[in-house]
């Protein structure tokens, strides 16, 4: 099984309108390029982080009316499921792909992921590349680059995650859909790659 890449189809599926029309077009054009992605990577992130871990592909199969924005894989330590774990995502909205480290609201692991960037996030702002994007909203398309960042601004993703119940996080790279990089299957899955090894300590920290 090969990963050939995304092509402009792909993105274009999130303007179908309608539920099932657009869900028809995930599950036709999109979803298979997802599976690939989870096949071809999980053995790689399992070496990576020391852990099984498992492959999780988007279904949307709680949406009753609104059609899906985006969709994604996500590979997390446990067959069951990777909502409650800090988990890696590579996904897609219209406009981009992202790849990313994830802590969503219903991970009990947000504390300790808190307690770690506060300890550490000297270590953390020089490991990452500027060109990362942070976000406290997974709906949401858009972030703030780290280059942009203040320490106030981690300093609110610190409090929020310690006391907001609700709270999330996510770190990674974004790559726009006209980027010969996401049409190309070997430079997209070494670039996943690589973002997923940078990301690695942020993973780590959440179990620290």
């Not at 029309?21 to 054009?29: A, K």
């Not at 480290?101 to 702002?125: C, D, H, M, W």
């Not at 949401?140 to 981690?154: N, R, V, Y």
């Amino acid at each position: 099984m090969t990963f050939w890449g995304f092509d402009s189809t792909d993105f274009d599926v999130f303007q179908v309108p309608g539920l099932e029309p657009r869900m028809e077009m995930l599950i036709e054009r999109v979803r298979p390029k997802l599976e690939e992605l989870g096949t071809e990577l999980t053995p790689f992130l399992t070496e990576l982080s020391g852990e099984e871990m498992f492959v999780h592909v988007a279904k949307h199969a709680r949406r009753t009316v609104n059609p899906p924005k985006d969709t994604w894989v996500a590979w997390a330590a446990s067959k069951r499921g990777y909502k409650a774990l800090p988990h890696f995502e590579v996904g897609m909205f219209d406009t981009h792909v992202f790849v990313i480290f994830a802590i969503i609201y219903e991970s009990p692991n947000k504390t300790t992921f808190a307690e770690g960037l506060e300890r550490q996030l000297n270590e953390v702002r020089s490991s990452l590349p500027g060109t990362y994007y942070w976000s406290m909203d997974h709906m949401a398309p858009h972030g703030t680059l780290q280059k942009d960042m203040q320490d106030e601004d981690f300093d609110k993703i610190i409090t929020k995650l310690k006391t907001v119940k609700k709270a999330e996080v996510m770190c990674g790279l974004r790559i726009d859909r006209d980027d010969p990089l996401v049409a190309d299957g070997d430079k997209f899955v070494e670039t996943v790659r690589s973002t997923f090894t940078t990301l690695l300590p942020l993973y780590k920290m959440s179990f620290a």
